[in-house]
């Protein structure tokens, strides 16, 4: 791998571990692109090449796999969750939700028990695919 390569793997993974951190804050491409100190076109492109999907969407997934997780442990409303994880209205929350998991929030949360499993086991087994 050249040195330009790692250069530019390392700085998506700047941003991506900002993603990761402040999930719930809003956070746009042009923030994001100034992280990773290139420009957000560029951000948009690459991020896309080396993380196989688009910037929101993946932001979109962090926030839903944290749903998902307090969806399970938690009995907060589904609105209260939904602010919490950073989405603005509690219906894009549920299209998202439903998009990415295949269900409602609320369909969730009846399906899901909890079971005494270590913790990585069951994340690894929710994570969504999509």
Same mark, same amino acid.
């Given at each position: 791998m050249s040195r330009a390569a790692e250069e530019t793997n390392r700085r998506m993974l700047r941003a991506r571990d900002a993603m990761d951190r402040a999930y719930?804050?809003?956070?746009?491409?042009p923030a994001l692109a100034r992280i990773a100190h290139v420009s957000a076109a560029h951000f948009t492109r690459t991020f896309r090449a080396t993380f196989g999907e688009t910037p929101h969407r993946y932001?979109? =997934? =962090?926030? *839903?796999?944290?749903?998902?997780s307090l969806l399970r442990e938690t009995d907060?409303? *589904?609105t209260d969750i939904c602010f919490q994880v950073g989405f603005g209205s509690p219906g894009t929350f549920s299209r998202t939700f439903r998009d990415i998991v295949g269900r409602s929030p609320r369909a969730y949360r009846k399906e899901a028990t909890a079971v005494n499993v270590p913790t990585c086991f069951t994340m690894a087994w929710t994570r969504p695919s999509g």
């Open positions: 719930a804050r809003p956070l746009d491409v932001l979109q =997934r =962090r926030r *839903v796999e944290r749903a998902m907060r409303s *589904v």
